[in-house]
């Protein structure tokens, strides 16, 4: 019997991408039959895709908070970092805090159906001592957010881990030292929540735990 799923990570994350070969490999391992298709899902429309029925799991950034979607657990962490133009004084830094956030523009990704509450967790309008973040321009795709910044029209934050993947000449990436880490969890539609999606969810989880493992040297 072969047993399909359809799974997605949000369209920049590669770590995402690794981490869902890793796991319908080890699924397999353990059912030849059984058969993964991993796909893209723009970060303008993060839960469309499910709510269609077009993916049966998702692998994404918290915080998600939706009475249609199931949340599993946390399966990974990764620090944030700020992206910063060559040449501008955060890029000499060795690190930033939330509180630099108010000194340049905040380069976004937008889309009428990104939840505000998502979007106030990554792209704050504030900082945590109620400084007013400006607001730069609002980019599509996550990929705009590059030659903006690296054309000096303000900063963006994102996941530390960007930095190897999406290398660009004229853009730093500067770990922040007070932010949480951005958490990742697996999404999948409660009408369609099976034995069958829980049991692939935690194979994610599996194939998470190996790639931070490989991360932290351990």
């Known amino acids: 019997m072969t047993w399909t799923r359809q799974v997605s ?14 796991a319908a490999d080890l699924l397999h391992v353990r059912n030849p039959a059984a058969q993964v298709q991993v796909t893209e899902v723009q ?4 839960l469309g895709p499910l709510r269609a029925g077009a993916l049966d799991l998702q692998l994404t950034e918290l915080p998600i908070d939706e009475p249609d979607v199931t949340v599993g657990p946390v399966v990974f962490s990764a620090p944030r970092a700020l992206i ?24 976004t990704v937008g889309g009428g159906a990104v939840p505000a509450y998502w979007y106030e967790h990554h792209y704050p309008s504030a900082t945590p001592s109620g400084r007013v973040v400006p607001r730069g321009p609002v980019a599509t795709y996550w990929h705009e957010i590059l030659p903006l910044v690296s054309s000096g029209k303000g900063v963006s934050p994102t996941c530390l881990w960007a930095a190897p993947y999406f290398a660009h000449p004229g853009i730093v990436y500067v770990p922040f030292d007070d932010a949480p880490p951005i958490e990742y969890g697996i999404l999948w539609p409660t009408a369609r929540d099976t034995p069958a999606v829980r049991a692939f969810a935690d194979i994610i989880r599996q194939a998470a735990a190996r790639r931070t493992d490989r991360s932290t040297g351990q």
């Open 43 to 46: 970060l303008y429309d993060p």
């Open 9 to 22: 990570r949000r369209r920049t994350c590669s770590w995402c991408a690794e981490i869902l070969i890793t």
């Open 84 to 107: 910063v133009p060559v040449g501008h004084p955060f890029a000499e830094r060795a690190s930033v805090s939330l509180e630099d956030c108010a000194a340049e523009p905040m380069i």
